[in-house]
């Protein structure tokens, strides 16, 4: 008995000693090692992207789609397309936005690389910074594309520096949501419809904070007006991706 | 994990619990109706249906408070799993969130056929009515959510860290939706923006609304209760199958 239990001792000292290596990888070197962790992760997204070439164009072309739906779904009832052209450009981003997210861990998970990120040594924070990063620079690439498209069919200007300001904090929010939640849907027996379920209702301040912003702006409100919706925004974005990155970590605990 | 741990026949602590509630909710909730239906009088400052829809007032009250209980408790006991990582405090936040949504749905329910003789509109995009309607969708997804996951202990944890994320964004949708109705350029009469505000209540109506609370907060707990208790079994039996199947 005894010796089984000294056995077992060294048995787990053994595992603690192996377990500290990584673990001085994953959380050691300071910030600018940290910073490099999560552009590792931003870059191998961005390579990922560059030779499968499958969120950035399919975001972009449901976008144009969905632009062109609106714009034939209102022409005859719409006097003046400034009157629908800010719902139109959040409910196109939100809705692009969970498409980008769905691919976000679920190409991970369906070419079986998921397991190979987890096993990189970072911390799982760095993963999460990582994958905002990209799926931010899809979301923002999208809509550069539907602010074109919008120009053209509604004949509507929007890109106002304000504008790009709230397309900007919204959608650091809706990433900074969205990859958690990707995560959590990733291996979820109805993962494509269940993300945007979640996602949407969540999703509803900054939803109606963007679209009284760009109505704002669209009316030509000076700043005095729009700085309510932007400290809702500021709030949004730090309070989620704050409780994001706390509750990341508990995801794949088990991984 | 935590399994039920006696098997033996007879009276146990929480069965006499739960037969305690329910009583206690059969006869508090059918004193509330005959408080609020008969007793309480009738609303001195208006006529005709509207009179007669203010007695909804005192259900829709009771439902609000059952929807906010459930909602406060599913974020404390997902909190309180995540920490201490015992399922019955998952079972408990899953019971908070099926007992709050029903309370949640009679509320819009209640307030729509009141809102009709009221406002003359079932519906208006007043920050509480967008408020509730976001709040139940949220947690509907949360069940829809779970039901998708096959491992029992991830069901709990996605879950406890979705419920979290969600009564977060609740004040804020709050928030969002009154300051854009504040600045929106249609508005409703003034009245209607500020309709808690003139809605002065008597003392006699004081007194059936807070018998009214009462009664659902004790509705709510019954509900939650037998809800836990059902959970835990659903548990216990998935456990015996698995060793009967292993």
């Given at each position: 008995?005894?010796?089984?239990?000294?056995?077992?001792?060294?048995?787990?000292?053994?595992?603690?000693?192996?377990?500290?290596?990584?673990?001085?990888?994953?959380?050691?070197g300071?910030?600018?090692?940290?910073?490099?962790?999560?552009?590792?992760?931003?870059?191998?997204?961005?390579?990922?992207?560059?030779?499968?070439?499958?969120?950035?164009?399919?975001?972009?072309?449901?976008?144009?789609?969905?632009?062109?739906?609106?714009?034939?779904?209102?022409?005859?009832r719409?006097?003046?397309?400034?009157?629908?052209?800010?719902g139109?450009?959040w409910?196109?981003?939100?809705?692009?936005?969970?498409?980008?997210?769905?691919?976000?861990?679920?190409?991970?998970?369906?070419?079986?690389?998921?397991?190979?990120?987890?096993?990189?040594?970072?911390?799982?924070?760095?993963?999460?910074?990582?994958?905002?990063?990209?799926?931010?620079?899809?979301?923002?690439?999208?809509?550069?594309?539907?602010?074109?498209?919008?120009?053209?069919?509604?004949?509507?200007?929007?890109?106002?520096?304000?504008?790009?300001l709230?397309?900007?904090?919204?959608?650091?929010?809706?990433?900074?949501?969205?990859?958690?939640?990707?995560?959590?849907?990733?291996?979820?027996?109805a993962?494509?419809?269940m993300?945007?379920?979640?996602?949407?209702?969540?999703?509803?301040?900054?939803?109606?904070?963007?679209?009284?912003?760009?109505?704002?702006?669209?009316?030509?409100?000076?700043?005095?007006?729009?700085?309510?919706?932007f400290?809702?925004?500021?709030?949004?974005?730090?309070?989620?991706?704050?409780?994001?990155?706390?509750?990341?970590?508990?995801?794949?605990?088990?991984? | 994990?935590?399994?039920?741990?006696?098997?033996?026949?007879?009276?146990?602590?929480?069965?006499?619990?739960?037969?305690?509630?329910?009583?206690?909710?059969?006869?508090?909730?059918?004193?509330?109706?005959?408080?609020s239906?008969?007793?309480?009088?009738?609303?001195?400052?208006?006529?005709?249906?509207?009179?007669?829809?203010?007695?909804?007032?005192?259900?829709?009250?009771?439902?609000?408070?059952?929807?906010?209980?459930?909602f406060?408790?599913?974020?404390?006991?997902?909190?309180v799993?995540?920490v201490?990582?015992?399922?019955?405090?998952?079972?408990?936040?899953?019971?908070?969130?099926?007992?709050?949504?029903?309370?949640?749905?009679?509320?819009i329910?209640?307030?729509?056929?009141?809102?009709?003789?009221?406002?003359?509109?079932y519906?208006?995009?007043?920050?509480?009515?967008?408020?509730?309607?976001?709040t139940?969708?949220?947690?509907?997804?949360?069940?829809?959510?779970?039901?998708?996951?096959?491992?029992?202990s991830?069901?709990?944890?996605?879950?406890?860290?979705?419920?979290?994320?969600?009564?977060?964004?609740?004040p804020?949708?709050?928030?969002?939706?009154?300051?854009?109705?504040?600045?929106?350029?249609?508005?409703?009469?003034?009245e209607?923006?500020?309709?808690?505000?003139?809605?002065?209540?008597?003392?006699?109506?004081t007194q059936v609304?807070?018998?009214?609370?009462?009664?659902?907060c004790?509705?709510?707990?019954?509900?939650?209760?037998?809800?836990?208790?059902?959970?835990?079994?659903?548990?216990?039996?998935?456990?015996?199958?698995?060793?009967?199947?292993?």
């Amino acid at each position: 008995m005894a010796e089984q239990r000294a056995e077992q001792r060294a048995e787990q000292r053994a595992a603690e000693g192996l377990a500290a290596h990584p673990a001085t990888m994953r959380a050691g070197g300071g910030g600018s090692a940290y910073f490099a962790k999560v552009g590792a992760i931003f870059a191998k997204d961005m390579r990922a992207e560059v030779r499968g070439r499958e969120v950035f164009s399919t975001m972009t072309s449901f976008s144009v789609l969905a632009v062109l739906i609106f714009g034939l779904a209102f022409d005859l009832r719409v006097p003046r397309s400034e009157m629908i052209a800010p719902g139109v450009l959040w409910v196109v981003v939100l809705f692009a936005g969970v498409l980008g997210l769905n691919r976000s861990f679920g190409a991970e998970v369906d070419r079986g690389t998921l397991s190979a990120l987890l096993l990189a040594p970072v911390d799982r924070s760095a993963i999460y910074f990582g994958k905002v990063l990209a799926n931010l620079f899809f979301t923002l690439a999208t809509t550069l594309v539907i602010l074109a498209v919008m120009f053209f069919i509604f004949d509507v200007n929007l890109f106002h520096p304000y504008n790009l300001l709230a397309v900007l904090l919204g959608g650091i929010g809706y990433v900074g949501v969205g990859t958690l939640f990707a995560a959590l849907t990733a291996n979820n027996r109805a993962r494509e419809s269940m993300l945007p379920i979640l996602l949407l209702p969540v999703m509803v301040p900054v939803f109606v904070a963007g679209v009284g912003l760009t109505a704002a702006i669209v009316d030509g409100k000076n700043f005095a007006e729009l700085s309510q919706w932007f400290n809702l925004l500021a709030v949004f974005d730090a309070i989620f991706v704050v409780v994001a990155f706390l509750l990341f970590d508990l995801i794949w605990e088990d991984a | 994990m935590t399994t039920v741990k006696s098997n033996a026949v007879g009276w146990r602590g929480v069965d006499l619990l739960q037969l305690g509630l329910g009583g206690l909710t059969v006869a508090s909730m059918a004193v509330a109706m005959w408080l609020s239906l008969a007793y309480a009088p009738a609303a001195s400052n208006l006529a005709g249906d509207e009179q007669l829809a203010q007695r909804i007032f005192y259900v829709h009250m009771g439902c609000n408070i059952g929807a906010l209980a459930g909602f406060v408790l599913s974020v404390v006991a997902s909190s309180v799993y995540l920490v201490r990582r015992e399922l019955d405090w998952d079972r408990v936040s899953q019971a908070a969130i099926e007992a709050g949504l029903l309370c949640g749905i009679g509320t819009i329910l209640t307030g729509m056929f009141w809102a009709k003789p009221t406002w003359n509109t079932y519906w208006t995009w007043d920050p509480r009515l967008t408020t509730s309607t976001i709040t139940v969708l949220v947690y509907l997804a949360y069940l829809l959510f779970r039901n998708g996951i096959d491992d029992r202990s991830v069901r709990a944890r996605f879950g406890s860290i979705y419920a979290i994320v969600a009564f977060l964004s609740v004040p804020l949708t709050f928030y969002s939706a009154r300051l854009f109705r504040s600045i929106h350029p249609v508005v409703y009469g003034a009245e209607n923006a500020d309709a808690q505000g003139d809605f002065r209540v008597g003392e006699t109506m004081t007194q059936v609304l807070s018998w009214n609370l009462v009664a659902f907060c004790i509705l709510f707990s019954a509900l939650v209760v037998l809800r836990w208790r059902q959970l835990r079994n659903e548990d216990a039996l998935a456990e015996l199958r698995e060793e009967v199947g292993s």
